[in-house]
């Protein structure tokens, strides 16, 4: 993390530059790249040569295309728009007209870029966004790199940035980093995951290592367990033919959930560069312990949706009723397991990560559980040792995101009594604000050059490595049980299990419509 992230309001604007849009016609051009391009702009943080290409195959021109973005895009502006700024954003367009799998798309790319750099003095500078389906990102690279587009000339950046899925396993994710790597140089190539893009999570690292008080507890002296949690309330609406491909467990867990993992696990790093916090995430996840098929049986819980309520009281359909989702599909929606990381300072301690859709609440946090205090001095007192509650640190990454610590207090009275109390952060408190896209800063990063907050090709083939074999016995072994929670539950019940298993239970969440 450049030292630029951590203040946005004494940053400077980013290096002049195009950003070439292909899938331009997409979800997240207009959900997420059009909203944080212009949130960048409000900040100051845009280059005023800054340029855009859009490719898109449909045969539209530029004034087309403002009007489509000018009416998507707008509902997820969060920040106030500014009827000259949001204008100026979009004269800023430029329309390629074009199939991105045609060699002539890139030779007429090719001739646009000279012109716009001839005009807008964008000094050669590309960020090409693959915001396509991900089968086309290996070939798009290779294609760009054909027409000479990858090369770089003196102080000039080319980046290419890839929006997750990384392939589906581990051998496809080698070939995809293969075919891109033979295009562009790793430092050339961006692979984002989205959650490293949000402020809370970027904080963990601030929270953990610019206070003295946090680091000397951290470790397996005094930390129980972790309790990774991403809970969604929303079924899998209009993706069920992606879903039906991929299921929770590649869905989340080996880019999102296993990015917390490593956050709030890795060792400080000698320094903020990107390659020193990269190197100390890719160690952390070599650490974890593999998962033996033996295991997956007993620290692996998979499930899938019925038919039930909402959070917002609903009936909604089950997963195998949803669209382009097959009626006998096998496809998990929820998955839980159980995690540890062999190194000195996490010995011993379990992770429990969970993630599914349609639980009672949208909701993403770490639970940090201390251990008890070790010895209970109120032994002859009313205080009875289960009515000590071990002290948690819960770090909400969203919504309501913010740090809250519970520990115990004494109750005023006569006779010694204790009871769980809170402190909480909330950054709206302190900071305002509501929360960006997380775009802002991975767009930002990116054109100025900066790695540390994208996925380098080992950390991606980590998290393969982790949960391929789970993959692999899930496959040989169908689930019986499926579909196993209702919609607006807490998933099945062999999650509760995995926790209580070992005298632990998941911590109830406050702002879910049950527990
Ligand atoms: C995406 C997954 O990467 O992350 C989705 O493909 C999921 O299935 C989404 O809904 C969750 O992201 P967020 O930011 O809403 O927690």
Redesign the pocket.
Known sequence: MSSTTADHSKAQPAPPGVMVIFGAGGDLARRKLFPALYHLMTDGLLAENFRIIVVDRRDRDAEAYRAYIDEKARPHVSKAITDDLWQELLQRIHYLNGDFQQADTYTRMSTLLDEIDRDHHTGGNCLYYLATPPDFFGDIATRLHAAGLSAEGPDQWRHLVVE?PFGRDLESARALNRTLQAAFKEDQIFRID??LGKETVQNILMYRFANSTVEPIWNHRYIDHMQIT?A?S?GVGT?GAYYETAGAMR??VP??LLALLSTVTMEPANSLDGNAVRDEQAKILRAIQPILPEQVLTDVVRGQYAEGIDSKGEHVPGYRSEARVASDSATETFVAMKVLIDSWRWAGVPFYLRTGKRLPGRF?EIVVQFKQAPNMMFRDSLVRREQVPPNTLVLRI?PNEGIGLSFNAKVPSTVPQLSPVEMDFSYSDYFGDGPTT?YETLLYECMNGDPTLFKRADVIESGWELVEPILDVWQALPPRDFPNYAAGSWGPKEAEALMSRDGRGWRPCKACSID
Request: glycine share 8%; charged share 30%.
């Open positions: 997750r989205h959650y991403v969604e929303i993706r869905d989340m880019n999102h993403t969203q997380g």
